[in-house]
Each structure stands twice: as structure tokens, then as C-alpha cells.
T-cell receptor, first 117, second 110 residues
Framework: GAVVSQHPSWVICKSGTSVKIECRSL??????MFWYRQFPKQSLMLMAT?????????EQGVEKDKFLINHASLTLSTLTVTSAHPEDSSFYIC?????????????FGPGTRLTVT | KQEVTQIPAALSVPEGENLVLNCSFT??????LQWFRQDPGKGLTSLLL?????REQTSGRLNASLDKSSGRSTLYIAASQPGDSATYLC?????????FGAGTTVTVRA
């Protein structure tokens, strides 16, 4: 099956620093990847849609200068949380579907737990 | 804006009982619907995908139905096991993105 990986699986950083999260599609190419965040006991909220070779599309209310997304290749997208603050602490999950897929079935990574102290 | 609702929010059953999880959505113009499983602190595992033209999908003990006109989907899990304990999420795809429900947290008691 299609596998999506994320690195790191958890990270602790100090307030004001930046942290980068990687999302990789291991056995398929993905023109489009998605970034979600999930707060405890809540569902997933889409943050942005990442397209290979072009600028990401951010959902309403998501600060694009704070959450920098780079989709540099067909298998890698990165999310950088800049000048992180405690309220950015959350569970970040990426997903993707194979390029050319007609079903658009999305596969999700294992998530990255970010804690900002 | 698509709104997805899952009822009940939590469910506790004895082992062996069948599970019925409900999902409703407000906009019937969907491309597909996916059911996912999420274990605590983990990512999502895709269980079943139903295209908008389909009425149901089956995989092992799992069966999902879709009634697009009424905006409803139901996930059935037969003969539940303690290993089925998890949160089950329903998500519908509209024009470009998945909209998620809040999930149903299932506990199967041994």
C-alpha cells in the first residue's frame, strides 16, 4: 500500500525558535500534499495544500508567513513553523494521494507532535 | 461549507457485539467518502473509500454504506474485538479537500 512518512515523530522546541517537519511519500509520487493540525480531542483541520513546484494554498485563518510550506519534489513536502509559540503546540499530520490517481484516496503520515516550551 | 457530523461521539460495547457508526454531511456534492481509524497519538489509517457513485464498500469485517442524496454514511464493524478500540473518523471530499467529522471513539470491552 501507499506509505507516507513524517520526520520527526515528536519535537520539543523553545518559544521563538523555528522547527521543520518533513513529509515523504515513500512508494509513490505526489503532486499534491496536505498539511493538517489536530488539537487534543478534536478532529483534523486542513492548514494548507502543497503543490510541487508552486506556492502552497493556505486555508482561511492560517498564517502563511508563520507556517512555511515547501514542496520541492514529487516525494517531499516540508512544513516550517517559524517563531514558534506555545499555542502552536499541536499534532501535525501530512497526507497525499498518488499523482494521476482517479480515486483521490488520501494516505496519511504518522504525525508529528510539536511541543513549544 | 461542508459540515460533517459523527454520532455517537463515544461508544462502549462488549466484545463480539456489532458496531454501527454514523456519519452525516450537509453538502451532497461529494467526490468520495473515506473512513479512517486513528489510535491515540498516531496518524490515520484508511479503512474504506466509497466513491460518490457507489453505495457500499466491504473489507473483511468492515462494511460502509453511502446514501449521497440523504447525506449519510454508516460504518458497520462485525463481531467487534478489543483491538478495534480506536477513534473512527469519517471524511468527505468536495472540490479539493477532505472535510472531517469529529470522530467516534470506540471501546470494546473484553
Amino acid at each position: 500500500g501507499a506509505v507516507v512518512s513524517q520526520h520527526p515523530s515528536w519535537v520539543i522546541c523553545k518559544s521563538g525558535t523555528s522547527v521543520k517537519i518533513e513529509c515523504r511519500s515513500l512508494d509513490f509520487q505526489a503532486t499534491t500534499m496536505f498539511w493538517y493540525r489536530q488539537f487534543p480531542k478534536q478532529s483534523l483541520m486542513l492548514m494548507a495544500t502543497s503543490n510541487e513546484g508552486s506556492k502552497a494554498t493556505y486555508e482561511q485563518g492560517v498564517e502563511k508567513d508563520k507556517f512555511l510550506i515547501n514542496h520541492a519534489s514529487l516525494t517531499l513536502s516540508t512544513l516550517t513553523v517559524t517563531s514558534a509559540h506555545p499555542e502552536d503546540s499541536s499534532f501535525y499530520i501530512c497526507s497525499a494521494y498518488p499523482s494521476g490517481s482517479s480515486s483521490l484516496e488520501q494516505y496519511f503520515g504518522p504525525g508529528t507532535r510539536l511541543t513549544v516550551t | 461549507k461542508q459540515e460533517v457530523t459523527q454520532i455517537p461521539a463515544a461508544l462502549s460495547v462488549p466484545e463480539g457485539e456489532n458496531l454501527v457508526l454514523n456519519c452525516s454531511f450537509t453538502d451532497s456534492a461529494i467526490y468520495n467518502l473515506q473512513w479512517f481509524r486513528q489510535d491515540p497519538g498516531k496518524g490515520l489509517t484508511s479503512l474504506l473509500l466509497i466513491q460518490s457513485s457507489q453505495r457500499e464498500q466491504t473489507s473483511g469485517r468492515l462494511n460502509a454504506s453511502l446514501d449521497k442524496s440523504s447525506g449519510r454514511s454508516t460504518l458497520y464493524i462485525a463481531a467487534s474485538q478489543p483491538g478495534d478500540s480506536a477513534t473512527y473518523l469519517c471524511a468527505v471530499r468536495g472540490d479539493y479537500k477532505l472535510s472531517f467529522g469529529a470522530g467516534t471513539t470506540v471501546t470494546v470491552r473484553a
